[in-house]
């Protein structure tokens, strides 16, 4: 083509299309239009207050069906998929401040951010849904059997209408105690709280979900440098950040609270891991009893297998076996196969709280020196680390007015709906004490939101 020709149909064209570099890149702006709801406005909490005197009635597969209601809900959406830590659902809750409910919505398509973002204000038209219990926590979609489907993409704009607003979450702050099924489905913040030391050691620091035994879930435990409870922070292993590694510091949560597949425990959810923001190098980590563990004597200073035994006999021989709490809840002899174990779970013992001692009887360690402490421990149904082991040269008769000194043991996680692996804690130093020792084993959690199931075996203290 002729050069000079090309120049002119090119400025012709221009002309007649108005082109000029800055329209060329220029892209209008997008408005949302406030929705006209015709119908009636009723709460998050109007709905879950339903839906609770159905499951009094019906048992824990009710469901409330919503047909020519004509009702509608609104609130705030608190999650975001934009990191993959949440998929095909949308979190929110009733309002952006001081938030007092919040529902869970199963929604089949992805990605939502781009449509219903982190603070966007929605209202749910209810007419065709049905709400109900999954996995533990208030759900709306649509109904399928006993359970509760997701929301078809074809259907969305229908159900799920955005508002004009979107507004700034401020998020509820509370503790690891005020954890309740009411703030289930909540922005929440949780301060001074950091992962627990076995997940964050120097030489082998935990990834947020990218561990071998992570399978959908990664599920790490973060404590209180307030209280000492602790509670799981649970990661997709499809999400973005599955690979980063844990911080070591202390500091704060802002996510959802919600609960693990099974239901059966509170569970802390990040929509990226900015939501963490752990920036004081002091941790609060327990003062443990820190003796060498100094290589393997001979001597067998103590020694409990359990083996042909019943609780009661352990007492008889000076075992304190004492829930100080007030309930029945206590440790108990049991077996598989062959093998005999001491075992404790509060699953189904309908105590909200337990504190359970399982203290060995009297321990002369005046005769030897270098002594270890041996044991093998095995969790399984496991919704808490709730299992914690402590010394004392000095105990008064009450674990309550003991001086304990808790021992660096290593508590194994078990999965969720079976049984982990006996795992071989120690050698454990003992060394540093003196005279007469008790080792104590205690269990604090509450039914039904810590439960884990630990056996005990194997028992040994040696020494030289």
């Given at each position: 083509m002729n050069t000079k020709n090309f120049f002119w149909i090119l400025?012709?064209?221009?002309?007649?299309?108005?082109?000029?570099?800055?329209?060329?890149?220029?892209?209008?702006?997008?408005?949302?239009?406030?929705?006209q709801i015709e119908g009636t406005l009723i709460t998050i909490d109007a709905i879950l207050g339903i839906l609770g005197q159905k499951l009094v009635e019906d048992g824990e597969n009710a469901k409330v069906v919503f047909e020519d209601t004509n009702n509608?809900?609104?609130?705030?959406?608190?999650?975001?998929?934009?990191?993959?830590?949440?998929?095909?659902?949308?979190?929110?809750?009733?309002?952006?401040?001081?938030?007092?409910?919040?529902?869970?919505?199963?929604?089949?398509?992805?990605?939502?951010?781009?449509?219903?973002?982190?603070g966007r204000k929605i209202y749910i038209k209810l007419d065709g849904l049905s709400l109900g219990i999954e996995n533990g926590i208030p759900t709306l979609g649509i109904s399928e059997g006993n359970t509760i489907g997701a929301i078809p993409s074809f259907f969305i704009e229908e159900v799920v209408i955005r508002s004009s607003e979107t507004a700034a979450i401020t998020p509820l702050e509370i503790t690891i105690e005020d954890f309740t099924d009411k703030l289930v489905n909540v922005y929440i913040k949780v301060n001074h709280i950091q992962f627990t030391k076995n997940l964050v050691l120097e030489d082998n620091t935990f990834t947020f979900a990218a561990e071998n035994h992570d399978k959908f879930d990664g599920e790490r435990i973060v404590e209180s440098c307030t209280t000492g409870r602790n509670t799981i922070l649970s990661t997709s292993t499809f999400s973005d950040f599955k690979g980063l590694k844990l911080p070591n510091q202390q500091g704060s949560f802002e996510g959802i609270l919600t609960k693990n597949f099974l239901g059966n425990t509170y569970n802390l959810v990040l929509n990226d891991p900015l939501g963490l923001v752990f920036e004081n190098e002091t941790r609060c980590d327990p003062i443990v009893l820190e003796c060498p563990a100094i290589s393997e004597g001979t001597i067998v200073v103590f020694e409990e297998d359990f083996s042909d035994l019943k609780i009661g006999d352990l007492e008889d021989s000076g075992w304190i076996n004492s829930n100080i709490t007030g309930g029945k809840l206590k440790y108990k002899i049991d077996n598989f196969g062959?093998?005999?174990?001491?075992?404790?779970?509060?699953?189904?013992?309908?105590?909200?709280?337990?504190?359970?001692?399982?203290?060995?009887?009297?321990?002369?360690?005046?005769?030897?020196?270098?002594?270890?402490?041996?044991?093998?421990?095995?969790?399984?149904?496991?919704?808490?680390?709730?299992?914690?082991?402590?010394?004392?040269?000095n105990f008064t008769g009450d674990p309550t007015t003991t001086s304990w000194i808790k021992l660096d043991a290593i508590i194994p996680r078990g999965p969720l709906n079976a049984f982990g692996n006996a795992t071989p804690a120690g050698p454990i130093g003992l060394s540093c004490l003196e005279g007469t020792i008790r080792i104590g084993f205690r269990y604090i959690g509450g039914d039904p939101r810590a439960t884990t199931r630990y056996h005990i075996d194997n028992i040994k203290i040696i020494g030289k």
């Open positions: 400025i012709v064209s221009c002309t007649i299309m108005g082109c000029s570099p800055e329209d060329e890149f220029k892209i209008s702006p997008v408005t949302i239009d406030e929705p509608f809900i609104q609130g705030y959406v608190v999650s975001s998929d934009k990191a993959s830590n949440f998929f095909k659902e949308l979190v929110f809750q009733d309002k952006h401040t001081n938030p007092s409910a919040g529902i869970r919505v199963l929604i089949d398509d992805n990605p939502l951010f781009t449509t219903y973002e982190f062959e093998n005999q174990y001491a075992q404790i779970t509060g699953y189904r013992s309908k105590e909200s709280l337990y504190k359970v001692w399982f203290i060995t009887p009297d321990i002369d360690i005046s005769t030897s020196i270098d002594e270890a402490l041996h044991f093998d421990l095995q969790a399984g149904y496991d919704n808490g680390n709730i299992l914690e082991v402590f010394a004392t040269n």
